[in-house]
């Protein structure tokens, strides 16, 4: 499909890739992941920012939304993800796949941080539904 923004959508992209700390601060279906990956793939493939991206996300939308939002959009062909849900064997297979986007559930962060240790190869995370992360006891 072709992604044809507003003007919000492409003013969010740019802060998003101009500010190393961002947030995307829009309501319920307003495009904040199809602007998200606009800026992932803007920093991947074109201004060479970036080289490896991990986004963390409820269980759900790990599963499901990012990869499909991907497919989705004619202007991220060329992005490669993998998603690092389920069992352990399916999230080391996730992560062999070395793709330009990782995405994991917030549950499986720790695992994460454990499996990886020293050798993050990822350098930006963004955080889906960060109101999630509120509780004081997170890991």
Same mark, same amino acid.
């Given at each position: 499909m072709r992604y044809e923004p507003h003007d919000y959508q492409r003013? *969010?992209?740019a802060f998003v890739e101009d500010h190393p700390h961002a947030a995307i601060l829009l309501g319920m279906g307003l495009g904040k992941t199809v602007i998200t990956l606009t800026a992932i793939w803007n920093l991947l493939l074109d201004s060479f920012?970036? =080289?490896r991206v991990l986004i963390v996300a409820p269980l759900r939308v790990a599963r499901d939304t990012w990869s499909t939002e991907v497919a989705k959009w004619?202007?991220?062909a060329g992005l490669t993800i993998?998603? *690092?849900v389920g069992s352990k064997a399916q999230r080391l297979d996730a992560l062999a796949?070395?793709?330009m986007v990782t995405v994991i559930n =917030?549950?499986?962060v720790p695992w994460l941080v454990r499996h990886l240790g020293n050798t993050w190869p990822?350098?930006?995370v963004v955080?889906?539904?960060l109101s999630s992360f509120k509780n004081h006891r997170a890991h």
């Amino acid at each position: 499909m072709r992604y044809e923004p507003h003007d919000y959508q492409r003013q *969010a992209t740019a802060f998003v890739e101009d500010h190393p700390h961002a947030a995307i601060l829009l309501g319920m279906g307003l495009g904040k992941t199809v602007i998200t990956l606009t800026a992932i793939w803007n920093l991947l493939l074109d201004s060479f920012q970036a =080289r490896r991206v991990l986004i963390v996300a409820p269980l759900r939308v790990a599963r499901d939304t990012w990869s499909t939002e991907v497919a989705k959009w004619d202007h991220l062909a060329g992005l490669t993800i993998a998603v *690092a849900v389920g069992s352990k064997a399916q999230r080391l297979d996730a992560l062999a796949a070395e793709a330009m986007v990782t995405v994991i559930n =917030r549950e499986n962060v720790p695992w994460l941080v454990r499996h990886l240790g020293n050798t993050w190869p990822f350098d930006m995370v963004v955080i889906d539904e960060l109101s999630s992360f509120k509780n004081h006891r997170a890991h």
